[in-house]
């Protein structure tokens, strides 16, 4: 994933607007550990749409 620190500390969660963080090589997963959703990121591009998320630890939301 090639995603600059600086690009990676604006994103936020659309559900619950917590910090993200790289959760692997293809997924950014949110802070908050209440909302657990982890997007995926496709061609380094991240996937924003809570449809697209899974719970952490599932395979769908």
Do not use: F, K, W
């Amino acid at each position: 994933m090639n995603l600059e620190p600086s690009q990676l500390a604006i994103l936020t969660c659309p559900v619950c607007h917590a910090s993200l963080h790289r959760d692997g090589d293809a997924a950014l997963a949110c802070d908050d550990s209440a909302c657990g959703l982890v997007y995926p990121v496709v061609d380094d591009i991240p996937v924003l749409l809570v449809d697209e998320a899974r719970r952490s630890g599932t395979d769908r939301a």
